[in-house]
T-cell receptor, first 111, second 111 residues
Framework: DAGVIQSPRHEVTEMGQEVTLRCKPI?????LFWYRQTMMRGLELLIY????????DSGMPEDRFSAKMPNASFSTLKIQPSEPRDSAVYFC?????????FGEGSRLTVL | TQLLEQSPQFLSIQEGENLTVYCNSS?????LQWYRQEPGEGPVLLVT?????EVKKLKRLTFQFGDARKDSSLHITAAQTGDTGLYLC???????????FGPGTRLSVLP
């Protein structure tokens, strides 16, 4: 079975540009999570969805960040405009119950 | 959001040695999970502990949940180079709906 699929794996962009990260959760999983990982702050929860509905977005840094889940098989995390401090690895994870299954991450570098 | 601390932050040992890493919080968690993350990949679940005082064994790894469900430890017997990685603990919030992660212990097992 395919795991959580994220794209792109790597993105290099310039400050001010819009960035869109994509995630396809494991089929049948009803919860989806977006995390950000940096050396300084570790793994931070940005937002999570249950049954496509955003439950807690208190971890979203500011209005420049937005996330959507239009259906059970797709989610996006958008940063507009991007800033150098947004550079990090962004992970998507999905879950049916208990265990979180993570994707391989999207490494974002904002110059 | 409840906070988790992990110690040590870094650990470098020789193959064959034993080690223990710790996960602590001032808050009570409904459950606690341990994950291992290798470079370029997402975290992968090792174990979930739910009951205070619970001990679980996974081959050479022994996990313990504190009686008060505020702390946990991971003990590795006879470490192998394949144990190298970032070990993350994650505490369950909102009745296990989402998980907050500790900063991790980066383990390096040298041949």
């Amino acid at each position: 079975d395919a795991g959580v699929i994220q794209s792109p794996r790597h993105e290099v962009t310039e400050m001010g540009q819009e960035v869109t990260l994509r995630c396809k959760p494991i089929s049948g999983h009803n919860s989806l999570f977006w995390y950000r990982q940096t050396m300084m702050r570790g793994l931070e929860l940005l937002i999570y969805f249950n049954n496509n509905v955003p439950i807690d977005d208190s971890g979203m840094p500011e209005d420049r960040f937005s996330a959507k889940m239009p259906n059970a098989s797709f989610s996006t995390l958008k940063i507009q405009p991007s800033e150098p401090r947004d550079s990090a690895v962004y992970f998507c994870a999905s879950r049916f119950t208990g265990e979180l299954f993570f994707g391989e991450g999207s490494r974002l570098t904002v110059l | 959001t409840q906070l988790l601390e992990q110690s040590p932050q870094f650990l470098s040992i020789q193959e064959g040695e034993n080690l223990t890493v710790y996960c602590n919080s001032s808050s009570v968690f409904s459950s606690l999970q341990w994950y291992r993350q290798e470079p370029g990949e997402g975290p992968v679940l090792l174990v979930t502990v739910v009951t205070g005082g619970e001990v679980k064994k996974l081959k050479r790894l022994t996990f313990q949940f504190g009686d008060a469900r505020k702390d946990s430890s991971l003990h590795i017997t006879a470490a192998q180079t394949g144990d190298t990685g970032l070990y993350l603990c994650a505490g369950g919030e909102n009745y296990g709906q989402n998980f907050v992660f500790g900063p991790g212990t980066r383990l390096s097992v040298l041949p």
